[in-house]
């Protein structure tokens, strides 16, 4: 298994262009996540999908936006790049039914620089 | 409003020694609380966790502590080795919030001195 993969690892955006970050799993989880990680912060929630065609907002979902059509893809779309955009994202999925237990999995990330 | 805070950034700890780290906490809706571990250039990954039933959970050289009544939990590392090197982020859920509701601290980077 592959686990939790995440494309482009890098990737500098000009202001006001738009790109997707791409994250896939293979483990058949239901719930799939967006974190952002700003130095010396911890991760803050984008967005987030419990299954196929469900997705709603976390803590900072401004200038994203996503999409869940199948279980395995949750593309993170940004649209009109702002330099506060510049960060670590990472995507994450878990499976429910474990009496909440919270483990997520996580992809290696991806920098994103917006100049 | 930094509802879980790890206020150490970093700490460094001899080879061998006792590593502690600590994260407090102000929603008292949390009830599970996980620790993560993170290398450079790679995700998260899950360390140890936590119900709110519990005041201890021991896995291996790994032992969270948690004291509801002050809203804190500590990780202890006994004894600390140099691949231990790495930030550990403190988190915690609610059941109420559903598993989607992960609140993360800052992290603190921990240094293991050979």
């Known amino acids: 298994n592959a686990g939790v993969t995440q494309t482009p690892k890098f990737r500098i955006l000009k202001i006001g262009q738009s790109m997707t970050l791409q994250c896939t799993q293979d483990?058949?989880?239901?719930?799939m996540y967006w974190y952002r990680q700003d130095p010396g912060m911890g991760l803050k929630l984008i967005y987030y999908s419990v299954g196929a065609g469900i997705t709603d907002k976390g803590e900072v979902p401004n200038g994203y936006n996503v999409s869940r059509s199948t279980t395995e893809d949750f593309p993170l779309r940004l649209e009109l790049a702002a330099p506060s955009q510049t960060s670590v994202y990472f995507c994450a999925s878990s499976t429910p039914g474990t009496l909440n237990t919270g483990e997520l999995f996580f992809g290696e990330g991806s920098r994103l620089t917006v100049l | 409003d930094q509802q879980v805070k790890q206020n150490s950034p970093s700490l460094s700890v001899q080879e061998g020694r006792i590593s502690i780290l600590n994260c407090d906490y102000t929603n008292s809706m949390f009830d599970y609380f996980l620790w993560y571990k993170k290398y450079p250039a790679e995700g998260p990954t899950f360390l140890i966790s936590?119900?709110?039933?519990?005041d201890k959970n021991e896995d291996g050289r790994f032992t969270v502590f948690l004291n509801k009544s002050a809203k804190h939990l500590s990780l202890h590392i006994v004894p600390s080795q140099p691949g231990d090197s790495a930030v550990y982020f403190c988190a915690a859920s609610g059941s109420n919030f559903g598993n989607e509701k992960l609140t993360f601290g800052t992290g603190t980077r921990l240094t293991i001195i050979p």
């Open positions: 936590i119900s709110s039933i519990k």
């Open positions: 483990m058949n989880h239901n719930y």
